[in-house]
């Protein structure tokens, strides 16, 4: 009998974790009082300082696991690729931008300001443009995906992120009427994604050449793991201390973003399963394909709307709206994958 597959302790309780960040934030925020201005006024080129360093931690972990050299293997079976780049850059951030639209600017008008519902947007657009990374890798491992072939889809869309991140968000945010400075949003890819990417390659190389590929994944990156949640952690705590009066005025405002968010979810999981079963993708190609239309790389969408929109902006909450609805959503997403197993 094959032993019953589970995600790890902190995955699993991911959305529990950023309650108790939300939580601690707030009485954080509140003892503080204007206090906690001064690591919110920490900022260099538009980029916050201690929040750099915590993405950076968050980051860097994930892009160190990318074995670029995969990519190499993607021309042998190109259909799953397709499919993948095809949902997560033609599709994805555009019904994420349409979501948000419907909801924040008609739905919910009567409840929510034309000023935050644009800001509420602009973290939408900013989780939509983002593939999820780190956590694809925990959701094919749950859906028996291919875990080589999960890998160079993923390395391929952090190498695009660099050339589309930028152009797609520039043009969903002026179709919104967000103006933003575009040069703060080139900086952010830089410090947010090319640094890190660089880092974790150069460093991935240096370390298996040296020490041995047994040794690369067996120590380091297990020695990495608490470095990154931690980070995580800290990251969400210190939001929500910055955020604190923001929820406390409207205690509904993460239930109201986190509605859009799931919905937009499970749509783009629905049409990346069926293409694929159209496509006639096998089932350990199909569904981490899905799983990655689904996620996203929401530590990239974080930084990037502090770094454009501020630490106490409604962008900023959205995209942390982003962590909370992720693992339920997805885990709802792996139990319909393997039900439908074929």
Request: aromatic share 12%.
């Amino acid at each position: 009998m094959n032993k019953k597959k589970q995600i790890g302790f902190f995955e699993k309780y991911l959305t529990l974790w950023v309650l108790l960040c939300i939580v601690g934030g707030i009485i954080i925020g509140k003892i503080t009082g204007s206090s906690i201005s001064l690591l919110s006024d920490l900022n260099l080129f538009n980029v916050n300082i201690p929040i750099a360093i915590l993405v950076w931690l968050m980051i860097y972990p994930m892009m160190v696991q990318i074995d670029f050299t995969s990519i190499k293997k993607a021309g042998k079976k190109p259909k799953g690729f397709i499919l993948t780049l095809a949902v997560n850059w033609l599709v994805k951030p555009f019904t994420m931008a349409f979501f948000a639209w419907i909801f924040f600017n008609h739905i919910y008008a009567s409840i929510i300001s034309p000023e935050h519902a644009k800001e509420y947007i602009a973290g939408a657009i900013l989780l939509g443009a983002a593939p999820c990374t780190a956590m694809v890798f925990v959701w094919s491992y749950l859906t028996d995906g291919d875990p080589a072939y999960t890998l160079i889809q993923v390395s391929l869309n952090d190498l695009l992120i660099l050339v589309l991140f930028v152009p797609i968000v520039g043009f969903l945010l002026g179709v919104a009427d967000i103006s933003i400075p575009l040069d703060t949003l080139i900086t952010s890819v830089i410090v947010f994604v090319v640094i890190p990417l660089f880092g974790g390659f150069l460093s991935r190389a240096i370390l298996i050449k040296s020490k041995g590929e047994d040794w690369f994944k067996a120590v380091f990156l297990k020695m990495l793991k608490p470095v990154s949640i931690l980070a995580l952690l800290v990251t969400l705590i210190l939001l929500f201390a910055f955020q604190g009066q923001i929820i406390l005025n409207n205690p509904l405002v993460i239930l109201l973003i986190a509605i859009p968010f799931t919905i937009q979810s499970f749509s783009v999981f629905f049409l990346t399963w069926f293409s694929g079963r159209l496509l006639k993708l096998p089932h350990n190609i199909c569904a981490p394909a899905a799983m990655i239309g689904g996620s996203n790389f929401f530590e990239l969408a974080v930084a990037v709307a502090i770094a454009l929109f501020g630490i106490n902006s409604g962008a900023a909450l959205a995209t942390v709206v982003g962590v909370l609805v992720e693992v339920p959503v997805m885990l709802s997403l792996v139990h319909l994958a393997n039900k439908w197993k074929y």
